[in-house]
């Protein structure tokens, strides 16, 4: 299996809810990545865990909350978003260098 | 600090013409780089990569990228482009000590003419 599976695959929310985007690997990898892409701009990484570690935050405002419950889940809770937070959220996992594997994505849009 | 350059935004080809598509990297060290493809509404796919050794590399779906240190480059070919090969190509750099941390280029987009 060498897939990332990410739930859901789209989204809509209002600014005071609470929501959460859901991704699982079965590859054994040992890292996991969020990204953060935005439409015909590169992905932007947010949060990296190693080993169920965080082990890179890049300065991503609170109302995004990452959770990383065992080495096959990561978690990315949503809340009191604002409408600029719309877009492609990206999922990967990794166990070689930069060897990312990336999910398909979860489109969302915050009204 | 690390950066990534891929100097073409947009590149139409006609099926069956070769490709090359362009990127260059700003690091101190030896870097560790990669190309990743994007096809619409879909995830990332990394299509090969350049650590150390032969500066010619091999990829899937018969792509493959030379690094020149001395450019700074490390550009992606294919000498014969299919109507699928239709995407966005990412460049990115990673440090040889966190490669955790890919630093992405902001993409070129083929299109692809029968």
């Known amino acids: 299996d060498t897939e990332v599976t990410q739930t859901p695959k789209h989204l809509v929310m209002g600014m005071t809810n609470k929501k959460s985007l859901k991704c699982e690997q079965h590859m054994g990898h040992r890292a996991m990545y969020w990204y953060k892409q935005k439409a015909k701009k590169p992905p932007e990484l947010m949060f990296v865990y190693s080993y169920e570690k965080l082990s890179i935050n890049e300065s991503v405002p609170s109302r995004f909350s990452p959770e990383c419950p065992n080495s096959s889940l990561l978690n990315l809770h949503l809340h009191a978003l604002q409408p600029e937070d719309s877009a492609l959220y990206l999922c990967?996992?990794?166990?070689?260098?930069?060897?990312?594997?990336f999910g398909e994505g979860s489109r969302l849009t915050v009204l | 600090a690390q950066s990534v350059t891929q100097p073409d935004i947009h590149i139409t080809v006609s099926e069956g013409a070769s490709l090359e598509l362009r990127c260059n990297y700003s690091?101190?060290?030896?870097?560790?780089l990669f190309w990743y493809v994007q096809s619409p509404g879909q995830g990332l796919q990394l299509l090969l990569k350049y650590f150390s050794g032969d500066t010619l590399v091999q990829g899937i779906k018969g792509f493959e990228a030379e690094f020149k240190r001395s450019q700074s480059s490390f550009n992606l070919r294919k000498p014969s482009v299919h109507w699928s090969d239709a995407a966005e190509y990412f460049c990115?750099?990673?440090?040889?000590?966190?490669?955790?941390?890919?630093?992405f280029g902001t993409g070129t987009r083929l299109q692809v003419f029968p």
């Open positions: 690091y101190g060290a030896t870097p560790y």
């Open positions: 990967a996992s990794s166990q070689l260098a930069g060897e990312l594997f």
């Open positions: 990115a750099v990673g440090a040889s000590y966190n490669t955790d941390k890919l630093i």
